[in-house]
């Protein structure tokens, strides 16, 4: 089973921007097509971006434009660089391997994740 372990959150000012990374176990991550979620509080938890093996990407609307998903295959990992950062972006970020658009929809259990805040 897949294991994640994500890091690189932290307090930014709006207008701001921050990279967040994830760490995968195993040697098939290539494979997988790995998605960014984010929970706040008192929300559910939603996919935001998503790139597939072969990195192609998708973002949910309300960051297109701002947020970019990368990874670096040789080193299992998955990245989201964000930025013009607003205080409505402030979550737990977590990271997964996915199957689908549902958040249900996951190979891996889930991280500790790691807290964005953004505010002033």
């Known amino acids: 089973q897949v294991q994640l372990v994500e890091s690189g959150g932290g307090l930014v000012q709006p207008g701001g921007s921050l990279r967040v990374s994830c760490v995968a176990s195993?040697?098939?991550?290539?494979?997988?097509?790995m998605g960014w979620y984010r929970q706040a509080p008192g929300k559910q938890r939603e996919l935001v971006a998503a790139i597939t093996s072969g990195g192609s990407t998708n973002y949910v609307d309300s960051v297109k434009g701002r947020f970019t998903i990368s990874r670096d295959n040789a080193k299992n990992t998955v990245y989201l660089q964000m930025n013009s950062l607003k205080p409505e972006d402030t979550a737990v970020y977590y990271c997964?391997?996915?199957?689908?658009?549902?958040?249900?929809?996951?190979?891996?259990?889930w991280g500790q994740g790691t807290q964005v805040t953004v505010s002033m």
């Open positions: 195993g040697s098939i991550f290539s494979i997988y097509t």
């Open positions: 997964n391997a996915n199957y689908g658009p549902h958040v249900k929809d996951v190979f891996g259990s």
